[in-house]
């Protein structure tokens, strides 16, 4: 696995390089700000399995990074995970409208960043299934291996309408259209209370039925606040254990 880290403290491109060896990467590139990073996308043909980019850069900062990756046609499938002391929602959020496909905050447990890229990754198979294939109106997967929040996110930048299923035990899913969240459900409970409740669902299939017609609207709040707030309430739960 070859990935390109970019950040512009060469102390910290040490303390992450370290990290990512811990969880079995191989190859690491890095690169000082976003105009070094696609020089070196470049450079290697864009042969690169994921890119970890830090916010704050001079030059070129990380979101601009995202936006002329995502622009590149080789690039708009490319996992992109920002790693920043940047933790606002309104800055979390910035990331996943531009296409970052998970954000992690300064400072990280290995733990953290090992489950995100392999969900970043999870979603990098999604996006690359050929349509002769497979069926490109069915999205599933297992909630062990893709997050709650790069899901939701995937199908927020992809816009995506549909009905998303959860089988993890209760009657629980959302419906979608054009990538923002209008109804939520988990065993009688509906709304923004429902979604909040399907977040800390770490366990379980799921099943995203693109163009299925939602079943109500039950939820106004913005997609990314939304789940900007689930976010918090489950990193508030898992602190308290």
């Not at 996992?79 to 998970?102: D, K, T």
């Not at 969900?119 to 050929?130: G, N, T």
């Not at 297992?142 to 549909?162: C, H, I, Q, T």
Request: proline share 2%; glycine share 10%.
């Amino acid at each position: 696995m070859k990935v390109l880290l970019v950040d512009d403290s060469g102390l910290s491109r040490k303390v992450q390089g370290k990290v990512l060896r811990e969880v079995g990467i191989d190859t690491i590139l890095e690169a000082r700000n976003g105009l070094d990073a696609l020089e070196k996308l470049e450079g290697e043909g864009w042969q690169i399995d994921l890119l970890l980019t830090d916010w704050n850069m001079p030059g070129m900062n990380g979101i601009s990074l995202i936006q002329e990756v995502r622009k590149h046609p080789k690039g708009k499938g490319l996992p992109i995970i920002v790693i920043s002391s940047e933790g606002e929602e309104a800055r979390i959020s910035q990331a996943f409208n531009v296409g970052a496909s998970s954000y992690v905050t300064k400072p990280f447990k290995k733990e953290v960043l090992q489950r995100k890229i392999q969900a970043v990754r999870c979603i990098a198979e999604i996006e690359q299934k050929d349509p002769a294939t497979a069926n490109v109106a069915l999205i599933e997967g297992d909630l062990e291996r893709l997050g709650l929040a790069e899901l939701v996110g995937f199908l927020n930048f992809s816009k995506k309408s549909g009905e998303l299923v959860i089988q993890a035990g209760s009657d629980a899913g959302m419906s979608l259209q054009a990538g923002e969240v209008v109804h939520a459900w988990q065993d009688g409970v509906q709304g923004a209370e429902a979604f909040h409740q399907i977040a800390t669902l770490e366990r379980g299939r799921f099943e995203f039925h693109e163009g299925r017609a939602p079943r109500g609207r039950s939820i106004e709040q913005a997609t990314m606040s939304l789940l900007m707030d689930a976010m918090r309430r489950l990193d508030e739960a898992r602190g308290a254990n």
